[in-house]
């Protein structure tokens, strides 16, 4: 069966840095697009990133908060996906979750809590 495991969250303070995996069994992950949410309490799930399969070439996006901060990566050895996050702030505080298709459409993980917080 598929499933998402993630792991790397954490406490943080601002302006500093994490590393998120979601690890990946039931599939072979450079076969389809993946992507990052990420959901505040009380409201929506947010889009945070999504990188393409390996055949599309791989390509990646980010919603604007996070532009030039966060990078979406695979490593398809250990069939594991990655969200390095840098400068961090207090408004990335979220649970945040790997999942199929690249706006998250898919089936997801159980998510892991990241707090920004001084």
């Known amino acids: 069966p598929l499933e998402l495991v993630e792991s790397g969250g954490g406490l943080v303070q601002p302006g500093g840095s994490l590393r998120l995996s979601c690890a990946v069994r039931?599939?072979?992950?450079?076969?389809?697009?993946m992507s990052w949410l990420r959901q505040v309490p009380g409201k929506g799930l947010e889009w945070v990133a999504g990188?393409?399969?390996?055949?599309?070439?791989?390509?990646?996006e980010y919603t604007d908060t996070v532009k030039g901060r966060f990078t979406i990566s695979r490593d398809n050895n250990k069939n594991t996906l990655i969200l390095d996050m840098a400068s961090l702030k207090t408004e990335d505080t979220a649970v945040y979750y790997c999942?199929?298709?690249?706006?998250?459409?898919?089936?997801r993980g159980q998510g892991t809590q990241v707090t920004v917080s001084s």
């Open positions: 999942a199929v298709g690249f706006k998250g459409t898919g089936s």
């Open positions: 039931g599939f072979v992950l450079g076969f389809d697009d």
């Open positions: 990188i393409k399969d390996v055949v599309s070439g791989g390509s990646t």
